[in-house]
């Protein structure tokens, strides 16, 4: 009997200790860090805590650890003091990788999903795979392909950072739970993302959205040399044929050579939440893949 109790009490000391919770903080991201194997960071998009994560380190942490980040400014987690903010967070993220998790492969949704691209532009054979979940390398450039980086930037942040300042907190709260609808068809979230949201320092919002729409990726991702799976949303009550959103997220990834492009047939921006069973299926069959 002794022996029994002894042998349980030793699998579930091996069991916590695989799935411990390890918390770190860096001034550029916060990270926690779950399960065993080889090593998944998972990045949120704009406003957007690392528990959005939640369900898919719960699917994953079982074969992979699991990096999962919270950046600077996002969902309470303490803003950066000077812009650029972007360049910062890849850099620190470069580094994280170099010192605490080689060769892993790295998931980014939406804001996260354009730094995992810039990730495997900037830092050859850092990283093993990307996936990329509804993101795409000039977002400006989806509604006026003739977009270029040189007309974005002629549109300056300080109109959205004086817009968002301003704003008393009712009115960014209404103004913000109209976006997450827009971008999530899973109501039983709302209200946990619109929180994150809230809760997010809006000169980060300001400034992180308007890096990202003033820089386009669209010829530098020719340098990416992993393989690369983009999954993209359709919803549809959109005013798009799926076919047409689908050509729309080629042409941005045209010069992607090792490309995987997977298009939701019932979600909005948030894959992860509006259809998870399509979602894992994608990821787990593209981690599993040992080439593209």
Known sequence: MKRLVFAIALLFTISFTLNAQINKSYSEFEVEVTGSGPNLLLIPGATCSGAVWYETVKELSNQYTCHV???????????????????????ALANYILKEAPK???????????????????????????????????????????????MAKQYPVEPMLKQYKEMGEEQFRNMQSQVVTSMLANEAYHDKVLDWSMKSDRATMAYTMNEMMTTDLRDDIAAIEIPVMVLGAWYPQSPYPKEQTEALYASQYEKLDKLQLKMADNARHFIMYDSPEWFMSQVKGFLSAKSL
């Open 69 to 91: 980040f919270t950046l600077a400014g996002y969902a309470g987690a303490k803003p950066l003091e000077e812009a650029p903010i972007l360049p910062q967070i890849e850099k």
């Open 104 to 150: 892993p492969v790295v998931m980014g949704h939406s804001i996260g999903g354009f730094i995992t691209l810039e990730l495997a532009i900037q830092n050859k054979d850092l990283i093993q795979k990307a996936i990329v979940v509804d993101a795409l390398p000039f977002l400006v450039a989806a509604n006026n392909p003739a977009m270029t980086e040189e």
